[in-house]
Nanobody, 116 residues
Framework: QVQLVESGGGLVQPGGSLRLSCAAS????????MGWYRQAPGKQRELVAA???????PYADSVKGRFTISRNNAKNTVYLQMNSLKPEDTAVYCC??????????WGQGTQVTVSS
């Protein structure tokens, strides 16, 4: 059984920064892709960024130059550094991993609110 625990969300003023973390745990898991998605009220869920064993997939246009995804394989953890946050970044952010066996697992989501 794979479990994902997210942290780092919260309320921040426009222009501020947050760092999200998502730690995966489970017996002998082999993780291929780790990614972050977000869903704002009334909008479809969108892929923000993902990172595989060989590199980073293209960022969503709306976050390019402001967000950075990274991972620590030893800790089975993926991070999302979010800088220059805007009100339109307000959403529930969820991490997703894909294991080497092709299984997909989702975190519970963490709320990010950008407001003055």
């Amino acid at each position: 059984q794979v479990q994902l625990v997210e942290s780092g969300g919260g309320l921040v003023q426009p222009g501020g920064s947050l760092r999200l973390s998502c730690a995966a745990s489970g017996n002998s898991i082999s993780i291929n892709t780790m990614g972050w998605y977000r869903q704002a009220p009334g909008k479809q869920r969108e892929l923000v960024a993902a990172i595989t064993g060989v590199g980073v997939t293209p960022y969503a246009d709306s976050v390019k130059g402001r967000f950075t995804i990274s991972r620590n394989n030893a800790k089975n953890t993926v991070y999302l550094q979010m800088n220059s946050l805007k009100p339109e970044d307000t959403a529930v952010y969820c991490c997703k991993i894909t294991t080497g066996l092709g299984g997909d697992y989702w975190g519970q989501g963490t709320q990010v609110t950008v407001s003055s």
